[in-house]
């Protein structure tokens, strides 16, 4: 808590959102997240100097002193357990008797308020962000999306000016609940400011005002922190070859064809046709090497491995000793965002089914192909990315194989051309992220006035 939020600070800004999760998981487990979170904090600080910052996401203390914002650590802001859904319950029937006796009785009703920390903190605010990426639909569990909606309710009723920021709602199919819910709450929102545009599409064909959906673009093409590690010691010391061509393979459990996605061990026909993708390479003597883009939080607070090395590990296991194994390599050490991100750089092509290892690798001018879901509900936000970047001739469907392969073996022949339109692509994408917050501070001004 590094800034003194006295009362010459005119603008208040919450940042509420389901990324909400347990201290150290947005920095350390989901490198995507982590990505997208600095520039946002970054920037934002950069479009309120002087303007207290407020945020339920579970920062370090180094974090939020970095861009002096105030952390909410309260579990009441994160956690998602069956007695949270009394308070919500409570807070609603205090927010009902305040509305009623508001009235009568003026500023004074406020007090009432008090009683909830949501409901004060939503007072103070003079703009609610909303960040929940796309976890505000199908991919949240019921519990988080009902509480999802009480929070985002409760700003709509206390007329809140409400942004989803770097949003990718949706979709909304899972059942009735889910749709009426969705349609009614994003139709009250004021702005949504979505990440890429499949998701701006889908939202108009779904019911939402047109009028209220933004095309901006994710701020993690803005990520700018540089790693002070020794990347060519660290490939040195993963037995990589720094003389020959690398291509990066990222696969999760999303891009496997069955759920869940966190099943582990696979079947090897889970993985089969990414055993063909590094035939392709292994075959012309170029070097691949399997990457995990998620960690793990050691009992000693340490980083190991995430749920993608385990089928990083089970497709190395797969491959033939005819394939030329030599050539296959498996990122055996867990890496910070940044140093992760700073590996990825020096790679000669990528293939993705991570979206902000993409995102990673196209900000930094790298031939990259994107491998949507394997399973429902699809990842739209995939497929806005690669339309984003101008790039759906490198969208994949991994259950696809011949596509899968034609893809890829197009682009790793195309690389360079392809390298020259991501650099060029990648100066109207950047303004787009940047736009998030012009939009963002005019909001802002506009609800003080």
Request: with cysteine; hydrophobic share 40%.
């Amino acid at each position: 808590m590094a800034q003194s939020e006295n009362s010459s600070a005119h603008k208040h800004i919450l940042i509420i959102g389901l990324t909400s999760v347990k201290l150290g998981a947005l920095e350390k487990t989901n490198i995507g997240n982590y990505l997208i979170v600095d520039p946002m904090f970054q920037y934002l600080r950069k479009s309120f100097p002087a303007d207290p910052i407020r945020t339920t996401l579970q920062l370090s203390p180094e974090f939020l002193d970095r861009y002096a914002i105030t952390g909410l650590s309260h579990k009441r802001f994160w956690t998602y357990r069956p007695g949270t859904l009394l308070i919500s319950l409570k807070d609603t029937l205090l927010f009902g008797i305040y509305a009623l006796i508001k009235p009568l009785l003026g500023k004074p009703a406020k007090k009432l308020l008090s009683g909830s920390r949501l409901l004060t903190q939503l007072d103070w605010a003079d703009v609610v962000v909303d960040f929940s990426g796309d976890l505000y639909g199908d991919n949240a569990p019921l519990n988080r999306f009902i509480e999802e909606t009480f929070k985002l309710q409760f700003a709509l009723w206390m007329k809140k000016p409400l942004v989803l920021f770097a949003s990718s709602p949706g979709p909304f199919t899972k059942n009735f609940l889910y749709r009426a819910i969705g349609k009614r709450v994003l139709n009250r929102a004021t702005v949504i400011l979505n990440r890429e545009p499949q998701s701006s599409l889908y939202l108009k064909n779904f019911g939402i005002d047109s009028h209220k959906i933004v095309d901006t673009a994710c701020p993690s093409f803005l990520f700018s922190r540089n790693s002070g590690a020794d990347i060519p010691r660290i490939l040195q010391g993963e037995g990589i070859d720094p003389a020959r061509p690398k291509v990066g393979l990222i696969v999760s459990g999303w891009n496997m064809p069955t759920p869940p996605f966190d099943k582990v061990p696979r079947e090897q026909s889970d993985f089969a046709n990414f055993l063909e993708v590094i035939s392709f390479f292994t075959r012309q003597k170029v070097q691949v090497i399997l990457i995990s883009h998620s960690n793990r939080i050691a009992p000693d607070g340490g980083l190991i491995p995430g749920p993608d090395h385990v089928i990083c590990k089970q497709i190395y296991a797969a491959m033939p000793e005819s394939a030329d194994k030599a050539l296959l390599k498996v990122l055996s050490k867990a890496y910070d965002p940044e140093t992760m991100r700073g590996i990825l750089a020096g790679l000669d092509f990528l293939v993705s089914g991570r979206l902000h290892a993409a995102i990673s690798g196209l900000s930094q001018g790298v031939p990259t192909v994107i491998v949507d879901y394997g399973f429902p509900p699809k990842g739209h936000k995939l497929l806005g990315i690669a339309r984003l970047m101008g790039i759906t001739d490198l969208f994949c469907d991994p259950n696809d194989k011949e596509k899968l392969l034609a893809v890829i073996s197009g682009a790793w022949q195309e690389r360079a051309a392809i390298r020259q339109r991501i650099e060029q692509n990648l100066v109207g994408v950047k303004k787009k992220a940047e736009l998030n917050f012009t939009l963002l501070r005019e909001l802002a001004e506009k609800s003080v006035e």
